[in-house]
């Protein structure tokens, strides 16, 4: 059982979230060498992986150090820090996924709003995009993100179509490749129930998985580690069949 509070995600959320991150990042190094020998092995094709707001590349090591000992190839998303995107940012970020496609469809991984950057992504490009994960990422709404939009509608004034209603409904259709939604009722930061993907939607391509964990550390959490390998095997045996 988590030792994290239920509360409305916000300033007082994130703070105890990052009181905590010492103990998320201990459990980690006490349990990742286990957890890669007990996943189910990759395939070798390429993942991508999608930072969340306020965040860099380096954020996102030890998830795709654990994903290359499972046996896949990984890739930042090398944009730096991920305070929105732009669109000059936006064709880069394409370029760089045709451009790690070559060989094949490949996966994108993404963080909080890095995961909605993946969800657009691959539904602007879905002949480069193979299978779709979030951790964390607002869905099916903007509930329990008002404090935050607050911020990023501060650094990106110009994408103030995607924060109405309407940018928040388009956000929220359902993609054409396997995707899961992991998402956390302890989330301090982002509304857990705003990360899922719409009960309409679920399926054998899309599908929820919840977990017990803090929105900050999402890619140190061996329970988030360990379904989003599950995920990456269920969704090549989806596309298989």
Known sequence: MSLLPSWRPGPVGLLWELVGMPVAFAKLAAG??????????????????????????????????????????????????????TAGDEEKLEAHIAELAVDGPITLVGWSLGGVYAREAARRHPEHVRDVVTMGTPIRGREGTEWIVRWFRLLNPEAADDLTPEGAERHAQPLTMPMTAIWSPIDGVVS??????????????????R??????????????LRALAQALAEHRAAAAA
């Open 211 to 224: 977990v017990d964990s803090a929105h900050l550390a999402m890619g140190f959490n061996l329970d988030v």
């Open 192 to 209: 857990g129930p705003a990360c899922r993907v719409r009960e309409e939607d679920e399926g054998p391509w899309a599908q929820n998985v």
């Open 32 to 85: 990742l060498d286990d957890l890669a020998r007990e996943s189910p092995r990759g395939d070798g094709h390429m993942v991508l992986v999608l930072p969340g707001f306020t965040a860099t590349d380096h954020t996102t090591l030890p998830m795709r150090h654990f994903l290359e000992d499972l046996g896949y190839r990984t890739s930042g998303w090398n944009l730096g820090w991920n305070l929105g995107i």
